[in-house]
């Protein structure tokens, strides 16, 4: 079963149609990169499987659990989406850390503010409170920041601090962890610390949806069932286009509407927006691969 199911999400603000028709579907442990130009959407799709924007249409499942369904009023109230937000964790462009807080501290908030909702809290507080800390600590050691946990983010590199964000977004145990442009905010040098970080995660099979400008890492990272191919959903209408990724990119495919790549899973939105994809790739190739080759050192 897949666990998480996305049919025919719509999204418009005011008179601008943002996402329409969106479905995608994705495995356990499989990871879905999505590339397009600025404005096509990218940020809005995630910011809509978050629950911080409200889709127009669709239906958003997770475990087979129906989380949203526009047709169905029960399932679009705000007073379940707290809950609802737990099944996925947010990374920002901008890591959007809580600058009063250490390393530590900021993994560890979240997770402190649920526990307090825990019936035997004040029972077992101080347990609590060290389960949570130690918890934190592993993950920012996986995180490659032992040394670092007890630093503010204005002592953080911004490769430390994204990192910092990916453990506090870990520490919720998401179903499914998205990345917005994690990279995109940082100097080329910190880039690949944080894409390799990204890397074991999907080796961990982390089951996560990623949108990003690295090109090569979206390739790399993104999974797919067996057998490249596109799977389209143009206007609601699926069809199968038998093309790999590289090549249906460089063919300079001018298709309209959203396509879904399983190897990766790419969304691009436009005929546009897939011809800057192409020019995308053009001008990141050669960097690309060197920062594959700094991924698999
Ligand atoms: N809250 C909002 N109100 C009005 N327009 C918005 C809002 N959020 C995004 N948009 C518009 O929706 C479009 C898609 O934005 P976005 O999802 O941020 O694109 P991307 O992340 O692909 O660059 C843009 O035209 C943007 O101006
Ligand atoms: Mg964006």
Redesign the pocket.
């Known amino acids: 079963m897949a666990i998480l199911e996305v049919e025919h999400l719509s999204k418009s603000f005011g008179r601008t149609e943002v996402l329409s028709d969106i479905t995608f579907s994705l495995e356990k442990g499989q990871v879905l990169s999505i590339i397009g130009s600025s404005g096509s959407g990218?940020?809005t799709l995630l910011r809509s499987l978050n629950f911080l924007e409200r889709p127009d249409g669709g239906i958003i499942r997770v475990n087979g659990d129906t989380l949203f369904d526009a047709e169905d009023p029960t399932t679009v109230q705000e007073s379940e989406i707290r809950r609802k937000r737990l099944h996925f964790g947010l990374v920002f462009q901008s890591f959007n850390l809580f600058p009063q807080y250490t390393a530590l501290g900021n993994v560890m908030l979240a997770k402190e503010l649920l526990a307090k909702e825990q019936p035997d809290y004040k029972q077992r507080k101080k347990e609590i409170h060290s389960e949570i800390e130690a918890e934190a600590r592993n993950l920012l050691e996986q995180m490659g920041l032992g040394d670092r946990m007890n630093n503010y983010p204005h002592q953080l590199s911004g490769g430390q601090c994204q990192r910092v964000a990916i453990a506090r977004a870990l520490a919720l145990k998401p179903d499914i962890l998205c990345f917005?442009?994690p990279t995109s905010a940082l100097d080329p040098e910190l880039t690949g610390e944080v894409l390799k970080v990204i890397k074991g995660l999907a080796d961990q099979e982390t089951t996560m949806v990623i949108?990003t400008h690295e090109m090569a890492f979206a390739r790399d990272v993104g999974t797919g069932y067996s057998g490249a191919g596109v799977r389209a959903s143009l206007g609601g209408e699926d069809k199968t286009v038998p093309v790999p990724f590289y090549k249906w990119l460089t063919q300079e495919n001018t298709a309209e509407g959203m396509l879904i790549f399983p190897l990766p899973y790419i969304i691009i939105k436009s005929a546009e927006s897939a011809q800057k994809a192409v020019r995308t790739l053009k001008k990141d190739r050669q960097e690309g691969i060197e920062r594959r080759s700094e991924l698999h050192e």
């Open positions: 990218k940020t917005d442009e949108v």
